[in-house]
C-alpha cells in the first residue's frame, strides 16, 4: 500500500518562496498527486494537482520528477495568511485499488 | 462555489449510542467522501461513494457504515459509538473524473464519552 510522506513542519519568512517536498515511493500508474491547504476549523481546500512534470496555477507550482516517487508543492513569496497546514493525497478512486493516501500533513508557519 | 454541509460542528456522545453523521453537497458530485482526522494520522478514508446506494471501503471502515439513498446526502454511521471513534470527521465530494479535486465541508468533531 502507498504510503506518503511530508515532513512535519516548516518555518518561513514572508516574502520567500516555499517548497514542500512529499515522498510516495509506492505510487501508482494511475494515481494522481494532489495538494491540499488546512486552516484551523475548517476542512482542507484544494491548491493544485498534478500527474507528471510542471503544474502551474494562480496560487502555486507542483513539480513531479520522471519517475514520480515525490512531488514539490512551491508556493512563491508566501504571506502571513499562507501559515495553514498543508496535505498531499496521492492515488486514485476510479483505479481498482480505489486507494487514497494523505499525508500526515506539513505545518508552514510564515513569521513576518 | 461548491458547498459540503455537514449537520453538526460538535457532537457529544456516549459510549454505545448510535451516531448519524449527516453531509449534504450542492453541486450534483457523483462522489462523496467520509474522512477521520487525528493528530499526527492526517486524514483517513473512511468510506466512499462514487453512486447512489453504492459505497467502497476506504483505509478504517470499522466500527462504521454509510448510507447514500440520494446523490446529494452521505451519512457516516457509527453503530456503537465507542471512545476511541473521538475525532475530526470530515465529509468530502468530487466530481467524476477530476482525479483527486475534492471539496470539503468544516467537519464534525465528536466526542464519545
Known amino acids: 500500500l502507498a504510503k506518503t510522506t511530508q515532513p512535519i513542519s516548516m518555518d518561513s519568512y514572508e516574502g520567500q518562496e516555499v517548497n514542500i517536498t512529499c515522498s510516495h515511493n509506492n505510487i501508482a500508474t494511475n494515481d494522481y498527486i494532489t495538494w491540499y491547504q488546512q486552516f484551523p476549523s475548517q476542512g482542507p481546500r484544494f491548491i493544485i494537482q498534478?500527474?507528471?512534470t510542471k503544474v502551474t496555477n494562480e496560487v502555486a507550482s507542483l513539480f513531479i520528477p520522471a519517475d514520480r516517487k515525490s512531488s514539490t508543492l512551491s508556493l512563491p513569496r508566501v504571506s502571513l495568511s499562507d501559515t495553514a497546514v498543508y496535505y498531499c493525497?496521492?492515488?486514485?478512486?476510479?483505479?481498482?485499488?480505489?486507494?487514497?493516501?494523505f499525508g500526515q500533513g506539513t505545518t508552514l508557519q510564515v513569521k513576518p | 462555489d461548491v458547498k459540503v454541509t455537514q449537520s453538526s460542528r460538535y457532537l457529544v456522545k456516549r459510549t454505545g449510542e448510535k451516531v448519524f453523521l449527516e453531509c449534504v453537497q450542492d453541486m450534483d458530485h457523483e462522489n462523496m467522501f467520509w474522512y477521520r482526522q487525528d493528530p499526527g494520522l492526517g486524514l483517513r478514508l473512511i468510506y466512499f461513494s462514487y453512486d447512489v446506494k453504492m459505497k467502497e471501503k476506504g483505509d478504517i471502515p470499522e466500527g462504521y457504515s454509510v448510507s447514500r439513498e440520494k446523490k446529494e446526502r452521505f451519512s457516516l454511521i457509527l453503530e456503537s459509538a465507542s471512545t476511541n471513534q473521538t475525532s475530526m470527521y470530515l465529509c468530502?465530494?468530487?466530481?467524476?473524473?477530476?482525479?483527486?479535486?475534492?471539496?470539503f465541508g468544516a467537519g464534525t468533531r465528536l466526542s464519545v464519552l
Open positions: 468530502a465530494s468530487s466530481l467524476e473524473g477530476t482525479g483527486n479535486i475534492q471539496y
Open positions: 498534478g500527474y507528471k
Open positions: 493525497l496521492v492515488g486514485d478512486i476510479s483505479s481498482n485499488t480505489g486507494k487514497l493516501i
